[in-house]
C-alpha cells in the first residue's frame, strides 16, 4: 500500500547490535568474576607466581584462538592491530599488573570503589574521542553502581595506602581507555592486542615467579584461571565492546565485582555480609533496568494502517 508509513529499521538493528555487544561484555565479566573463587582455591601459589602462569595460560589460549580463527593470517592480524592494538596492549598489561600491586598496597574494598568509576571515567573520555552521547538513565545507572559498589564494602572502606588508591584508580583508567579504543576503531580485531598484553603481564612477572613450585592441583586452576577466566574473558569482552557505546560496555563491565562476592559464597560458603548484598543488589537492580528499557526503546514501531 502506497502512503503508509514504513518503520525504519535502522535504529532497531542498531540497537540489536548493541544489545548484542553488552551480552559479550557481560559474559565476560561474569567470567571474570570468578577471579576471587579461584585466588582463594590455590593453596600455596604466590602472587606473582600466580600472575605469571595466569598470563601465560591466556597467552597460550589466546593464540590458539587467533590461529584457528585466522587460519592462515595470524600474524596479519597482530601486524595490522597498529597503534590502536598496541595501546589497548598496553592498557590491559598496565591494568594486570596495577590490580596485583594495588591489592598488596590497598584494601580490596578500597580497589572496588575506585574501580567502580570506570563507566565514569569511560562515558567522559567517549564524549570527548567519540562525540557519543550519555543517555540520562545510564548517568542514573553509573551512580546506582558507584553508591552499589561503595555500600558493598562500606564495613571495609578506608583501610588502605593511597599509593594502593592510585593504582587501583590507574586500572580504572585503563579499563575506560581501552574500552574507548576498541570502540573508536572498532574495524579493529583487538584479540592480538590482549594477546600481547598477556605476554607483556607475563615477561614483567617473571623475575618474581617461582613457576616450578606449583602444586599440581594449583597448576590446573592457573590453567583455568588464565585461559578460561582471563584469556576467554578478553576475547568476549573486546569483541562485545565494539559494538556498544563505551560507557555503557564500562557499566556493564562492574558485574564483575557485583558477582565475584557471590561465587565464594555459594562455593566456599563464605558469607559476603549484608552490605555486599545489599549494595550488589541495587548495582544488578539498576543494570536490569537499564537494559530493560533499552529493549523496551528498541521495539519497532508498527506501520500506521
Do not use: Y
Not at 595501546?87 to 598496565?94: D, E, I, K, R, S
Not at 562492574?254 to 559464597?265: C, K, N
Request: one cysteine or more; a positive charge.
Amino acid at each position: 500500500m502506497t502512503g503508509l508509513a514504513q518503520p525504519n529499521p535502522a535504529p532497531a538493528a542498531e540497537a540489536s547490535t548493541a544489545r548484542r555487544g553488552l551480552l559479550l561484555v557481560a559474559l565476560a565479566a561474569v567470567l571474570w568474576s570468578t577471579g576471587g573463587l579461584i585466588v582463594r582455591s590455590l593453596e600455596t601459589t604466590d602472587v606473582w607466581t600466580t600472575v605469571f602462569w595466569r598470563s601465560v595460560f591466556a597467552a597460550g589460549f589466546l593464540g590458539i584462538f587467533i590461529v584457528v580463527r585466522d587460519r592462515g593470517r595470524a600474524i596479519e592480524a597482530f601486524r595490522t592491530m597498529g597503534a590502536p592494538g598496541l595501546l589497548v596492549a598496553a592498557c590491559f598489561a598496565t591494568a594486570s599488573i596495577s590490580l596485583v600491586v594495588a591489592l598488596n598496597l590497598t584494601s580490596v574494598a578500597n580497589t572496588l570503589v575506585i574501580l567502580s568509576t570506570s563507566p565514569l571515567i569511560a562515558a567522559v573520555l567517549g564524549r570527548i574521542s567519540l562525540g557519543e552521547q550519555v543517555r540520562g538513565r545510564s548517568w542514573l545507572a553509573m551512580a546506582a553502581a558507584v553508591v552499589g559498589v561503595a555500600i558493598m564494602v562500606s564495613e571495609s572502606f578506608g583501610r588502605g595506602a593511597w599509593t594502593g588508591d592510585l593504582m587501583a584508580f590507574v586500572i580504572a583508567l585503563c579499563v575506560a581507555t581501552a574500552t574507548v579504543t576498541i570502540r573508536k576503531h572498532r574495524h579493529v580485531r583487538m584479540t592480538p592486542a590482549t594477546c600481547l598484553a598477556a605476554v607483556a603481564a607475563a615477561a614483567v612477572a617473571a623475575p618474581w615467579a617461582h613457576p616450578w613450585a606449583v602444586t599440581g592441583g594449583d597448576f590446573g586452576l592457573l590453567a583455568v584461571f588464565g585461559a578460561v577466566q582471563l584469556g576467554a574473558g578478553l576475547a568476549l569482552f573486546v569483541t562485545g565492546a565494539r559494538l556498544a557505546p563505551a560507557a555503557e560496555v564500562a557499566l556493564v563491565s562492574v558485574l564483575e565485582p557485583i558477582l565475584g562476592p557471590i561465587w565464594v559464597w555459594v562455593v566456599l560458603d563464605e558469607h559476603p555480609g549484608t552490605a555486599a548484598l545489599i549494595g550488589g543488589g541495587i548495582v544488578l537492580g539498576a543494570l536490569a533496568i537499564h537494559m530493560a528499557m533499552d529493549m523496551r526503546r528498541a521495539r519497532p514501531i508498527p506501520p500506521a494502517i
